[in-house]
Nanobody, 123 residues
Framework: QVQLVESGGGLVQPGGSLRLSCAAS????????MGWTRQAPGKQRELVAT???????NYADSVKGRFTISRDNAKNTVYLQMNSLKPEDTAGYYC?????????????????WGQGTQVTVSS
């Protein structure tokens, strides 16, 4: 009933910037927290950043001061602005959203994930 679609990944040189977007669609009643995680080959998935519906944010120490998470509640979209990128930021980036949705006249809640977008930082 709900889909998350990411965009904005790609290849960038060290020190460069990228902006990821993740749009949620479907029978959405409301979305509370949204966030981004990443996973590099051979490594565990890592929490990158989260944002509440009210705009409170939380970041991994490794990205503080370089990445900024934001959201547009009217568009059910979360963004990740990534600046001063480093080779160690190379990973698949996945968005997630805590969604309350409508089904058969009732509300249900689930954590949804996007399909992922690849970010590669290399010269």
């Amino acid at each position: 009933q709900v889909q998350l679609v990411e965009s904005g990944g790609g290849l960038v040189q060290p020190g460069g910037s990228l902006r990821l977007s993740c749009a949620a669609s479907g029978s959405i009643f409301s979305i509370s927290a949204m966030g981004w995680t990443r996973q590099a080959p051979g490594k565990q998935r890592e929490l990158v950043a989260t944002i509440t519906r009210g705009g409170s944010t939380n970041y991994a120490d490794s990205v503080k001061g370089r990445f900024t998470i934001s959201r547009d509640n009217a568009k059910n979209t979360v963004y990740l602005q990534m600046n001063s990128l480093k080779p160690e930021d190379t990973a698949g980036y996945y968005c997630n959203a805590d969604v309350t949705y409508l089904i058969s006249g009732s509300r249900a809640r689930n954590l949804y994930w996007g399909q992922g977008t690849q970010v590669t930082v290399s010269s």
